[in-house]
């Protein structure tokens, strides 16, 4: 190897080596606390069995409740709910701050508050997304995924032994710890690359979400989505069955999933639908709805959007394992544990090769 090439190989291996190692620690916490988010929705639901375990009204009903809770001093923290369904039927408000709390979707009554500094899976979600610290930490969480996805196609290069003993080199050794680090370290990183890729790939474009759907609707020539119109403020109350019957009656084969309320100066309600065929749980299409008259005076359809679009809508799902079935999702929980044990295997090859030349000096 001539000398330019070997400085340029060992560069890599210094800069693998000690991105492995300080911005590699984030990585592996981040995936690990995805692992666990994957399940999320099973452990709150056997968390409160009191909240899973009620019938589901009709939509008249849940609109008189949500008339309810918005009159009430906890509803009036909600910048948005979603709807109940079979898993969940109850009201479910999504507070600025993080927080949670869920209405009973007969009465309107308040059954549950969840802290996001108090709950161990809305912390555990505030670090996956944002590291604790808002869009400073989803900025900073987006340079360690991108530094992820370098380590892990720079470990494959510094790997590749040739086409013909490929195979061979990933044979795993026990003996001496050198070795046996190294090859482990290795075998992972080769075998898993491919769900490592996509899954640490997919959770890049989420912190890049904007520029990444925007960046891919100018690839394919797709115009950026319309934005809902605004409708004059009312001062009168939402009679919200009327609003939540015209939305099932707009589009009766698609399923309500969320509710986001009037920005300020506005009356139009913006409703996600989940269309038939959408990956997303909560759907990407939606309906404008003039809170004033409680008709539908807009929306937009997912399902014929372009391939830009419809690949900017796949990802968190592929990512959140929302489609798949238990076989994906088991997949992905078990890509999540990888990037700590490459940690790991890393830091212990590098201790033992360490200490070998350290004894080899003293000889």
């Given at each position: 190897m001539s000398p330019r090439p070997r400085r340029v190989r060992t560069a890599l291996k210094t800069l693998h080596l000690w991105l492995g190692l300080s911005l590699g620690i984030l990585l592996a916490l981040v995936a690990l606390t995805g692992s666990v988010l994957l399940w999320e929705a099973p452990l709150f639901r056997a968390a409160h069995p009191e909240l899973a375990d009620r019938p589901l009204p009709d939509l008249a009903t849940q609109g008189r409740a949500l008339h309810e809770i918005l009159?009430?001093?906890?509803?009036?923290?909600?910048?948005?709910?979603?709807?109940?369904?079979?898993?969940?039927?109850?009201?479910?408000?999504?507070?600025?701050?993080?927080?949670?709390?869920?209405?009973?979707?007969?009465?309107?009554?308040?059954?549950?508050?969840?802290?996001?500094?108090?709950?161990?899976?809305?912390?555990?979600?505030?670090?996956?997304?944002?590291?604790?610290?808002?869009?400073?930490?989803?900025?900073?969480?987006?340079?360690?995924?991108?530094?992820?996805?370098?380590?892990?196609?720079?470990?494959?290069?510094?790997?590749?032994?040739?086409?013909?003993?490929?195979?061979?080199?990933?044979?795993?050794?026990?003996?001496?710890?050198?070795?046996?680090?190294?090859?482990?370290?290795?075998?992972?990183?080769v075998v898993a690359l491919p769900l490592l890729v996509v899954m640490i790939g997919t959770g890049t474009t989420m912190a890049y979400r904007g520029a990444v759907r925007s960046g891919l609707a100018a690839a394919f020539g797709e115009a950026p989505p319309a934005r809902p119109p605004k409708t004059p403020a009312t001062q009168a109350a939402i009679d919200w069955p009327a609003v939540l019957l015209a939305a099932h009656a707009a589009v009766p084969d698609a399923e309500l999933t969320r509710l986001t309320l009037p920005a300020k100066g506005s009356g139009t309600l913006v409703l996600r639908i989940r269309r038939p065929g959408e990956w997303n749980l909560?759907?990407?299409?939606?309906?404008?709805?003039?809170?004033?008259?409680?008709?539908?005076?807009?929306?937009?359809?997912?399902?014929?959007?372009?391939?830009?679009?419809?690949?900017?809508?796949?990802?968190?799902?592929?990512?959140?394992?929302?489609?798949?079935?238990?076989?994906?999702?088991?997949?992905?929980?078990?890509?999540?544990?990888?990037?700590?044990?490459?940690?790991?295997?890393?830091?212990?090859?590098?201790?033992a090769r360490t200490r070998r030349r350290s004894s080899t000096a003293m000889q």
């Amino acid at each position: 190897m001539s000398p330019r090439p070997r400085r340029v190989r060992t560069a890599l291996k210094t800069l693998h080596l000690w991105l492995g190692l300080s911005l590699g620690i984030l990585l592996a916490l981040v995936a690990l606390t995805g692992s666990v988010l994957l399940w999320e929705a099973p452990l709150f639901r056997a968390a409160h069995p009191e909240l899973a375990d009620r019938p589901l009204p009709d939509l008249a009903t849940q609109g008189r409740a949500l008339h309810e809770i918005l009159a009430s001093a906890e509803g009036g923290k909600a910048r948005g709910f979603s709807f109940p369904d079979a898993d969940l039927p109850v009201w479910e408000a999504l507070e600025r701050g993080g927080d949670r709390s869920y209405f009973d979707a007969q009465t309107g009554r308040l059954l549950a508050h969840r802290s996001k500094s108090g709950d161990v899976l809305l912390t555990l979600l505030d670090w996956h997304t944002h590291l604790l610290s808002g869009a400073v930490g989803e900025t900073v969480l987006g340079v360690v995924a991108c530094a992820g996805l370098f380590m892990l196609l720079s470990g494959v290069w510094l790997y590749w032994p040739g086409r013909q003993r490929a195979l061979k080199h990933l044979r795993p050794h026990t003996n001496p710890p050198v070795l046996r680090w190294a090859s482990l370290h290795r075998f992972i990183g080769v075998v898993a690359l491919p769900l490592l890729v996509v899954m640490i790939g997919t959770g890049t474009t989420m912190a890049y979400r904007g520029a990444v759907r925007s960046g891919l609707a100018a690839a394919f020539g797709e115009a950026p989505p319309a934005r809902p119109p605004k409708t004059p403020a009312t001062q009168a109350a939402i009679d919200w069955p009327a609003v939540l019957l015209a939305a099932h009656a707009a589009v009766p084969d698609a399923e309500l999933t969320r509710l986001t309320l009037p920005a300020k100066g506005s009356g139009t309600l913006v409703l996600r639908i989940r269309r038939p065929g959408e990956w997303n749980l909560a759907g990407r299409s939606s309906l404008w709805i003039d809170s004033a008259t409680a008709t539908v005076i807009g929306g937009d359809d997912a399902t014929k959007l372009g391939p830009g679009g419809r690949l900017a809508n796949a990802l968190f799902p592929i990512h959140s394992a929302a489609v798949g079935g238990l076989a994906w999702r088991i997949a992905a929980c078990l890509t999540g544990v990888l990037p700590a044990f490459l940690l790991v295997t890393g830091f212990l090859f590098w201790r033992a090769r360490t200490r070998r030349r350290s004894s080899t000096a003293m000889q």
